[in-house]
């Protein structure tokens, strides 16, 4: 039986640092420039709610879906938030497992997607070559791994503390003060690349939610993680980077380029793997 507190926790997550939408938009748009045809089958790793799952499903009769996490009330939460509330048609189209990512999986998909740099939970090259030799596995013979990353001098700064209000944006209560979201880079060390970091809430009652997620990371570099990338067999390793302006609602527009921006203190960029079908 999932606890209220259980699922208010993730609610307040999704709203403060996820955007299903924009990270469903920015996988169609790799696997279009690189093969000019639609995907169909995404596999979402570390997929926690499942949101980017769930909204795949919608964007096409044909879209299959299927997210993998180890923790079982992340994907109950994920249940519930979601899943539930597509028609049952889509729902059909979307499943969610209890895996673990280095374990590849047979069904083939077009596209693998690790967002909110989740895969900086592995601290060795080892098991970063063990995880991406799993994706290029679970691609079919034409696909892209999107690993969604951050990185520049502010993300390995610490201490460090940025704290943004949030509000509601839809229901009664849209437009008004929700919670506090505070992002604490806790500590760094820069012989390892770790990082010890966590996010706070603090509701608009007042009340606080102290680490309310813990993040014990290796801050993974994007020349380490292309050479893993090719070193597992990816044929071709493309970054995507933010552009100055978002389009007309808002969402950021990411394009591939040759050379990265040291214009801002931190970035989020999608470093893709691509697999090819021998020619
Ligand atoms: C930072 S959350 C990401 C949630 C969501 N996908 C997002 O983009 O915001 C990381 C998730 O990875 C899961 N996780 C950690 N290690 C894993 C592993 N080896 N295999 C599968 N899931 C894992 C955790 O349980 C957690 O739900």
């Known amino acids: 039986m999932l606890k209220r507190r259980v699922v208010d926790k993730y609610r307040l997550y999704e709203a403060a640092v996820q955007d299903a939408n924009q990270q469903v938009g920015i996988a169609e748009q790799v696997y279009k420039e690189n093969f000019h045809s639609e995907p169909q089958v995404l596999k979402e790793d570390f997929c926690g709610t499942s949101w980017i799952s769930c909204e795949w499903v919608t964007r096409g ?4 879906s299927f997210g993998l996490d ?15 509330h597509l028609a049952p048609e889509q729902r059909k189209r979307v499943k969610l497992l209890r895996q673990n990512v280095l374990q590849p999986t047979a ?9 909110n740099f989740s895969y900086f939970i592995f601290q060795q090259r080892g098991e970063l070559l063990d995880y991406f030799h799993a994706a290029y596995e679970s691609l079919k013979s034409n696909g892209v791994f999107l690993l969604e990353t951050a990185g520049g001098p502010g993300f390995v700064e610490a201490p460090y503390k940025e704290t943004r209000s949030i509000k509601h944006s839809a229901g ?16 760094f060390d820069p012989q390892y690349r770790r990082g010890l970091y966590s996010i706070h809430f603090e509701l608009a009652n007042g009340k606080k939610w102290k680490d309310a997620f813990v993040y014990d ?24 980077w933010e552009e100055d302006d978002p389009d007309e609602e808002g969402y950021p527009i990411y394009s591939r380029r040759e050379q990265g921006d ?18």
């Open 61 to 64: 009769e044909h879209r299959e």
């Open 70 to 84: 180890i923790d079982v009330e992340a994907l109950e939460v994920g249940e519930y938030l979601h899943r539930r």
């Open 107 to 115: 069904k083939k998909a077009d596209a693998v997607a690790a967002c």
């Open 172 to 187: 009664k209560k849209k437009g008004k003060k929700w919670f506090r979201y505070t992002w604490h880079q806790r500590s």
């Open 217 to 240: 990371w290796r801050i993974w570099t994007i020349p380490e993680v292309r050479d893993v990338l090719l070193e597992v067999g990816f044929d071709d390793v493309q970054v995507y």
């Open 262 to 279: 040291s214009e801002f203190d931190t970035w989020i960029v999608y470093i893709v793997g691509v697999k090819k079908s021998p020619a």
